[in-house]
């Protein structure tokens, strides 16, 4: 994937999710810089008001659908992309059931986060 097509690609997307993927951009060139006492005080204290109910926490069904509303859609578009790539393209030669599985095996396979 060529950085235009990165910029293709992120300039598809709806404004909010736009937002998000350029905090998310922003935060990964600024790093932690807290140590690692801090963050393990954090974490710590985080733990401890989940155990006293002081924060609930979230539902499974509010996780899922942060899931579906945020990384489906991103996942779902890439695939849909690939999938009209390969289409307009088309094979330089007649596909083999072996190379058409390792196709359908790429695309299919869970992306790694």
Same mark, same amino acid.
């Given at each position: 994937?060529?950085?235009?097509?990165?910029?293709?690609?992120?300039?598809?997307?709806?404004?909010? =999710?736009?937002?998000?993927?350029?905090?998310?951009?922003?935060?990964?060139?600024?790093?932690?810089?807290?140590?690692? =006492?801090?963050?393990?005080?954090?974490?710590?204290?985080?733990?401890?008001?989940?155990?006293?109910?002081?924060?609930?926490?979230?539902?499974?069904? =509010?996780?899922?659908?942060?899931?579906?509303?945020? =990384? /489906?859609?991103?996942?779902?578009?890439?695939?849909?992309?690939?999938?009209?790539?390969?289409?307009?393209?088309?094979?330089?030669?007649?596909?083999?059931? /072996?190379?058409?599985?390792?196709?359908?095996?790429?695309?299919?396979?869970?992306?790694?986060?």
């Amino acid at each position: 994937m060529t950085n235009v097509s990165v910029v293709e690609e992120a300039l598809s997307l709806s404004p909010p =999710e736009r937002a998000a993927l350029a905090k998310v951009l922003i935060e990964s060139l600024e790093g932690d810089r807290r140590s690692d =006492e801090e963050i393990k005080a954090e974490l710590t204290s985080r733990l401890a008001e989940l155990r006293s109910g002081e924060d609930p926490g979230l539902t499974f069904a =509010e996780v899922f659908r942060a899931h579906v509303e945020i =990384e /489906a859609p991103l996942k779902t578009r890439g695939d849909q992309r690939l999938i009209d790539e390969v289409l307009v393209s088309g094979p330089g030669e007649p596909l083999t059931k /072996a190379k058409m599985d390792k196709i359908r095996d790429r695309i299919l396979r869970p992306k790694k986060s």
